[in-house]
Structure formats: C-alpha cells, structure tokens
C-alpha cells in the first residue's frame, strides 16, 4: 500500500495486521482522488474509521489542508500513527483514537466543519452507515457544499436519502462501491 499522488507521491504506509481493517484499495483511491480533484486543495477533510488513513493521508498528499482521523481499533491506530509520522504530518493530521459514534459529537462540539467526509466502517456493520449519515445529515460538521462519500460491498447499499443527505452517483469497482452524497437543498436550513 503506498500514497498514488501529490507530494508523498509513492511513499509506502503501513497496514495493521490481519484481516480485522480492509484498507481502500490503490486503484479505488485513484478512482475517489479523480472525482475529487477540484475539492481537495485547501480543504478539510473527516476520515472515518480510517484504518491505516491511506485515504486521510492521499488528500493530504493531494492538498488538503488538515484531516481529522477517527479510529477505535488498536491495530489500526498503531498503523496510522506510523503512517503520519514517517510523512512529518503532526500538524495537518489530528487522530480521534474513539468510536465514530463519540468522536463525531466531539468534533462538532470543538467547531470542526469539513469539505469531504469519508466513511468506511467494517463491512459486517451494515448499522454502522446508517447511524453515521443519521448524525453527519443533522449535525453542523458538513460545509453547505460538503460532500460525504461512503464505501461498502456491492452487496449492501446504505440508503440514497438520509434526511439532508442524498445520494447523487454511485462508482462501483470489484466488490466496492462508493456512494457520493451531498446535502439536499430542499431539507437545508
């Protein structure tokens, strides 16, 4: 596993071991960092259940100006802490060692508004999708513009509505998908 683009162009991160974190593919990356190639410079980033933070740490590398990292496993966070300090990143990555779930209240609470929103939970917690969108639909984390993308199995799709998010596109490769969803103007305040 290595960074695609940018300025940490082919430098290798680390993995937790086994089989517990599925990181984001190199070709499903590069397929995400197309999209979103207009939106990165200067912007500002949630990477859930970020694992390894190979995605966080691609829009890093692409430009973005700071990343906020949430992770709970142990594996995971050894990993990802690895990661961003053999890139001398401290300043522009913040890493959240809790559940979404609490993290994402504390985010809010702190002020933290973001541009992108990724989410990659375990495939198995298919609850996991919906009880994020729930909260990032209604809370005040997302810039009106934002946009939260989300990958699952092509298996499982979480679901196109949820209350100001909606799905608008969906890119599927091998067994992944990710689903693009922005806030719905209609349901906007």
Request: aromatic share 8%; proline share 6%.
């Amino acid at each position: 596993m290595r960074i695609i683009a940018g300025r940490f162009r082919s430098r290798p991160l680390v993995a937790p071991p086994g089989m517990d974190t599925r990181p984001t593919s190199d070709r499903l990356r590069e397929t995400l960092f197309n999209v979103l190639a207009p939106r990165i410079e200067g912007s500002v980033w949630l990477d859930l259940y970020a694992g390894s933070g190979a995605v966080g740490l691609e829009a890093l590398s692409r430009g973005a100006a700071h990343v906020y990292f949430v992770e709970s496993a142990r594996a995971a966070l050894t990993a990802l802490k690895k990661n961003i300090a053999s890139l001398g990143i401290d300043e522009q990555a913040e890493v959240h060692s809790s559940e979404v779930a609490k993290a994402l209240p504390a985010l809010q609470a702190s002020g933290v508004r973001c541009k992108v929103c990724f989410l990659d939970p375990p495939y198995r917690l298919q609850g996991a999708y919906a009880r994020t969108l729930e909260f990032l639909a209604g809370s005040t984390l997302l810039a009106p513009d934002a946009i939260v993308v989300a990958e699952h199995d092509k298996h499982f799709s979480p679901a196109a509505n949820v209350g100001a998010l909606q799905r608008y596109r969906e890119l599927k490769q091998g067994d992944a998908v990710l689903s693009f969803y922005a806030l719905n103007p209609l349901h906007s305040e």
